[in-house]
C-alpha cells in the first residue's frame, strides 16, 4: 500500500544545532517527494521537491533534503537552526506517475529553543 | 497577489445546517482539490478536479459536494453540518498533472467549528 510515515510527531532542537525531521515513503514506481511548511494560521508553503537527479535537493530557508532510493527516505535537514524555523513539517509523496494524487504525511512539529 | 483565495477564514455551524466554502485561483491551474487538516492524521483528501466540468472523489468525501463550472473556482459545499467536519480545511492547486512537480499551492484555510 503506498503511504507516508513521518515518525516523529514533535522534534526538539537548540538554535544553531543541526536539524533532521525525518520522512520514509512507499510507493510504486519512482517517488515525486516534496516537503512543506505550516506556519500558525498559515496554509502549507512549499519548501522543496526531488523528482530526478541529484539526491541532494536544496529549497526555500536554507533547507535541503536527501533523496535515499534503498532506505525510502526523504529526509529534511538544515545545518543551523533559526527559532523562526519552529513550525509544522509536512512530507507528501505523489501516488503514482501521470497522477494529482498525493499522500501526505502526519506532520511533525519542530521547535528551535533559543 | 496571484494565489489561492478561500474564504470564509473562520465559520460557526450549527449541526444540520449547511454551507458553502468557497475557493478561488488565478493562476490558471487545472487542478484543483480540497483537503481537511485534523490533529494527528495530517491531510486528508476530500474532493479533486482535473479540470472545469470534471470532478472526483478523495478520501473522504461523505457529507460534501464540489463543482467546478469554471477554471478559477471549487466551492466545497457541506449538505448537512456534523461535529465530525469539525475541522481545517485547505483549497490547493496545481499547474498540471506534467508539471507536477511545482506542487501544490495552498489557501490559508478556513476553521471550521459544528456545534
Known amino acids: 500500500a503506498q503511504s507516508v510515515a513521518q515518525p516523529e510527531d514533535q522534534v526538539n532542537v537548540a538554535e544553531g544545532n543541526p536539524l533532521t525531521v525525518k520522512c520514509t515513503y512507499s510507493v510504486s514506481g519512482n517517488p515525486y517527494l516534496f516537503w512543506y511548511v505550516q506556519y500558525p494560521n498559515r496554509g502549507l508553503q512549499f519548501l522543496l521537491k526531488?523528482?530526478?537527479?541529484?539526491?541532494l535537493v536544496k529549497g526555500s530557508y536554507g533547507f535541503e533534503a536527501e533523496f535515499n532510493k534503498s532506505q525510502t527516505s526523504f529526509h529534511l535537514k538544515k545545518p543551523s537552526a533559526l527559532v523562526s524555523d519552529s513550525a509544522l513539517y509536512f512530507c507528501?509523496?505523489?501516488?503514482?506517475?501521470?497522477?494529482?494524487?498525493?499522500?501526505f504525511g502526519t506532520g511533525t512539529r519542530l521547535k528551535v529553543l533559543a | 497577489n496571484a494565489g489561492v483565495t478561500q474564504t470564509p477564514k473562520f465559520q460557526v455551524l450549527k449541526t444540520g445546517q449547511s454551507m458553502t466554502l468557497q475557493c478561488a485561483q488565478d493562476m490558471n491551474h487545472e487542478y484543483m482539490s480540497w483537503y481537511r487538516q485534523d490533529p494527528g492524521m495530517g491531510l486528508r483528501l476530500i474532493h479533486y478536479?482535473?479540470?472545469?466540468?470534471?470532478?472526483d472523489q478523495g478520501e473522504v468525501p461523505n457529507g460534501y459536494n464540489v463543482s467546478r463550472s469554471t477554471t478559477e473556482d471549487f466551492p466545497l459545499r457541506l449538505l448537512s453540518a456534523a461535529p465530525s467536519q469539525t475541522s481545517v480545511y485547505f483549497c490547493?492547486?496545481?499547474?498540471?498533472?506534467?508539471?507536477?512537480?511545482?506542487?501544490?499551492?495552498f489557501g490559508s484555510g478556513t476553521r471550521l467549528t459544528v456545534v
Open positions: 526531488y523528482i530526478t537527479g541529484d539526491n
Open positions: 507528501a509523496v505523489r501516488v503514482s506517475s501521470g497522477t494529482y494524487k498525493y499522500i
Open positions: 478536479s482535473v479540470g472545469a466540468g470534471i470532478t
Open positions: 490547493a492547486s496545481m499547474r498540471d498533472r506534467f508539471n507536477s512537480g511545482y506542487g501544490y499551492t
